[in-house]
T-cell receptor
Framework: DQQVKQNSPSLSVQEGRISILNCDYTNSMFDYFLWYKKYPAEGPTFLISISSIKDKNEDGRFTVFLNKSAKHLSLHIVPSQPGDSAVYFC??????????????FGQGTTLQVKP | DSGVTQTPKHLITATGQRVTLRCSPRSGDLSVYWYQQSLDQGLQFLIHYYNGEERAKGNILERFSAQQFPDLHSELNLSSLELGDSALYFCASSVDPGRNTEAFFGQGTRLTVV
């Protein structure tokens, strides 16, 4: 049972345009959501997060939107840069089911930003 | 540099063998998490330790076990290895599982079972 899904395995955008990465989830108990970026041969690096009580969080070029009624999360990168090319993972936490910060990850979306 | 150290970076071993992966969390972090990533899949949660005690278990095989020591470093033991255990194993640490802060990941150990 995949609780967090990233339905687009890959995305290609032109430099300077907007990249939109999507994520859907099924567990309404998730209380915290995160996006991680991963380069080959490296560990995931935290990008941005959002609490379930908010609907938007912005950090520089990165904005995360949360639509709880639709159980949908999206990451907007604008403007996109070639250095943003990486695999992006959406992750969710259900802290109150066991007092754990374990994260449930989506399968990842490979973003390619073309110069 | 995330501050989380994993050793070794690469490990090649034969089927049936046992290996130990080591993780040193960021200074001050009490939680250690282990994740497995197989063949371009997402990261699968294995186990969570908080201040020396097991806090949560995921789909961790019985052949796998972990512990967290008093100095807070953690080890993941994989035994009776099978070809399908070949994967990237990541350790992550965080200060407090309930606080809305991110977990920091190590660079991972790439395990190849031949």
């Amino acid at each position: 049972d995949q609780q967090v899904k990233q339905n687009s395995p890959s995305l290609s955008v032109q430099e300077g345009r907007i990249s939109i990465l999507n994520c859907d989830y099924t567990n309404s108990m998730f209380d915290y959501f995160l996006w991680y970026k991963k380069y080959p041969a490296e560990g995931p690096t935290f990008l941005i997060s959002i609490s379930s009580i908010k609907d938007k969080n912005e950090d520089g070029r990165f904005t995360v939107f949360l639509n709880k009624s639709a159980k949908h999360l999206s990451l907007h990168i604008v403007p996109s840069q070639p250095g943003d090319s990486a695999v992006y993972f959406c992750a969710a936490r259900d802290y109150y089911s066991g007092n754990t910060g374990k994260l449930i990850f989506g399968q990842g979306t490979t973003l390619q930003v073309k110069p | 540099d995330s501050g989380v150290t994993q050793t070794p970076k690469h490990l090649i071993t034969a089927t049936g063998q046992r290996v130990t992966l080591r993780c040193s969390p960021r200074s001050g972090d009490l939680s250690v998490y282990w994740y497995q990533q197989s063949l371009d899949q997402g990261l699968q949660f294995l186990i969570h330790y908080y201040n020396g005690e097991e806090r949560a278990k995921g789909n961790i095989l019985e052949r796998f076990s972990a512990q967290q020591f008093p100095d807070l470093h953690s080890e993941l033991n994989l035994s009776s290895l099978e070809l399908g255990d070949s994967a990237l194993y990541f350790c992550a640490s965080s200060v407090d599982p309930g606080r809305n802060t991110e977990a920091f990941f190590g660079q991972g150990t790439r395990l190849t079972v031949v």
